[in-house]
């Protein structure tokens, strides 16, 4: 019974960060609605998600990723890159299917890559990404010669372009991911295994699982998804540029732990995620908005990212409160 009421106290704590995380964004969008009447605008909604959606499907991966106990910092130049070798394939004249296919492969290679790093070479996988990532950012400037490459395909520009009940393409691809792999990650086992490496990585692999495949599996998601927001990225911008994507990875970090996912592995949920996407992309196109200075959105995105780490340490001493309890509980 004990054990009953508290999964139910932890449900309702958790649904509670949820309505902080509501609550959090209607204050934004309230207060940049304040100092600029066009934030609320239709149009501006629909580039707010639009800016979102490279976010986003980072994010999906992080999510995977974190609650299994694990990071990545490359996604900022594996988006680069991808962009950059879609725009080199198609200046080639290779077809479009072709170039966004191997551009995949690309993702999944990267993946695999830092998965080896930690499984194999045992780095902690802040050090091992951080690596890739300046690997791949250098190779996104070697093969353009350290210039942009224009795209006239229109065909693939068409991917940037389109919409769908007047909400571009590049949103419903985000909206896609948050739904098929929130729904893989709550409802299958592979979701489960996830978070099972998450809390307990040795005791997982004595019940039978095998960490390291798993966290092969979440590096090569992370990957892929990456690839495919550079790869729209580049649609969007017509061009592929070696240079962008600068900090993406920490947005998508920020947004991820804002939504209730612990570093501590093991704890949180799609859902949160995407609340959390919402508020940091809100609150980093209000900051445009409303002119402040570059130098100063780089504070405040720090400080956000602060927070989150704040607030998720208070979730984790609180969690283990809790635990202790219960143990003391069962013991008397």
């Given at each position: 019974?004990g054990n009953?009421e508290m999964?139910?106290?932890?449900?309702?704590r958790?649904?509670?960060?949820?309505?902080?995380?509501?609550?959090?964004i209607?204050l934004?969008f309230?207060?940049?609605?304040v100092l600029?009447?066009?934030f609320?605008t239709?149009t501006?909604i629909?580039?707010?998600?639009v800016a979102?959606s490279?976010?986003?499907?980072v994010?999906?991966?992080?999510t995977?990723?974190?609650?299994?106990?694990?990071?990545d910092?490359?996604?900022?130049?594996?988006?680069?890159?991808?962009?950059t070798?879609?725009?080199?394939?198609l200046?080639k004249?290779?077809?479009?299917?072709?170039?966004?296919?191997?551009?995949l492969?690309?993702?999944?290679?990267v993946?695999?890559f830092n998965?080896?790093m930690?499984?194999?070479i045992k780095?902690?996988?802040?050090?091992?990404?951080?690596?890739t990532?300046?690997?791949i950012?250098?190779f996104?400037?070697?093969?353009c010669g350290?210039?942009p490459?224009?795209i006239?395909?229109k065909?693939?520009l068409?991917?940037?372009?389109?919409?769908?009940?007047?909400?571009?393409?590049?949103?419903?691809?985000?909206i896609?991911a948050?739904?098929?792999?929130g729904?893989i990650?709550?409802?299958t086992?592979?979701?489960?295994?996830?978070y099972?490496?998450?809390?307990?990585?040795?005791?997982?692999?004595l019940?039978?699982?095998?960490?390291q495949r798993?966290?092969?599996?979440c590096f090569?998601?992370?990957?892929v998804?990456?690839?495919?927001?550079g790869?729209?990225?580049?649609?969007?911008?017509n061009?592929?540029?070696?240079?962008?994507n600068?900090?993406?990875?920490?947005?998508?970090?920020?947004?991820?732990?804002l939504?209730?996912?612990?570093?501590?592995?093991?704890?949180?949920?799609?859902t949160?995620?995407?609340?959390?996407?919402v508020?940091i992309q809100?609150f980093?196109?209000?900051?445009?908005m409303v002119?402040?200075?570059?130098f100063?959105?780089y504070v405040?995105?720090g400080?956000?990212l602060?927070?989150?780490?704040?607030?998720?340490?208070?979730?984790?001493?609180?969690r283990?409160k809790?635990?202790?309890?219960a143990s003391m509980?069962?013991?008397?």
């Amino acid at each position: 019974m004990g054990n009953t009421e508290m999964k139910k106290e932890r449900r309702l704590r958790i649904g509670g960060d949820k309505i902080i995380l509501l609550v959090a964004i209607i204050l934004v969008f309230i207060l940049f609605t304040v100092l600029n009447k066009n934030f609320l605008t239709w149009t501006n909604i629909v580039n707010l998600l639009v800016a979102a959606s490279l976010v986003g499907l980072v994010a999906v991966g992080h999510t995977y990723l974190i609650i299994a106990k694990q990071n990545d910092l490359s996604p900022g130049s594996l988006a680069a890159f991808s962009g950059t070798l879609v725009a080199l394939l198609l200046s080639k004249d290779i077809p479009v299917v072709p170039a966004i296919l191997l551009v995949l492969c690309a993702g999944v290679l990267v993946g695999m890559f830092n998965a080896f790093m930690v499984n194999k070479i045992k780095l902690e996988a802040f050090i091992a990404t951080l690596v890739t990532q300046n690997i791949i950012r250098g190779f996104a400037y070697i093969i353009c010669g350290g210039k942009p490459i224009s795209i006239s395909n229109k065909a693939f520009l068409a991917i940037g372009k389109a919409r769908v009940a007047t909400i571009p393409v590049s949103v419903w691809m985000m909206i896609a991911a948050f739904v098929v792999f929130g729904f893989i990650l709550a409802k299958t086992k592979l979701g489960r295994s996830v978070y099972a490496i998450g809390g307990n990585a040795e005791a997982a692999r004595l019940a039978g699982l095998n960490p390291q495949r798993i966290i092969t599996i979440c590096f090569i998601l992370i990957g892929v998804l990456t690839s495919l927001g550079g790869i729209v990225f580049a649609s969007r911008m017509n061009s592929g540029q070696p240079a962008a994507n600068v900090n993406l990875e920490f947005d998508a970090i920020t947004a991820v732990i804002l939504g209730g996912v612990s570093f501590a592995g093991g704890v949180g949920d799609m859902t949160g995620t995407v609340l959390g996407v919402v508020l940091i992309q809100a609150f980093n196109t209000g900051l445009i908005m409303v002119n402040v200075s570059t130098f100063w959105q780089y504070v405040a995105r720090g400080a956000l990212l602060l927070f989150a780490l704040t607030f998720d340490f208070i979730r984790k001493q609180r969690r283990e409160k809790e635990l202790l309890e219960a143990s003391m509980k069962n013991i008397k």
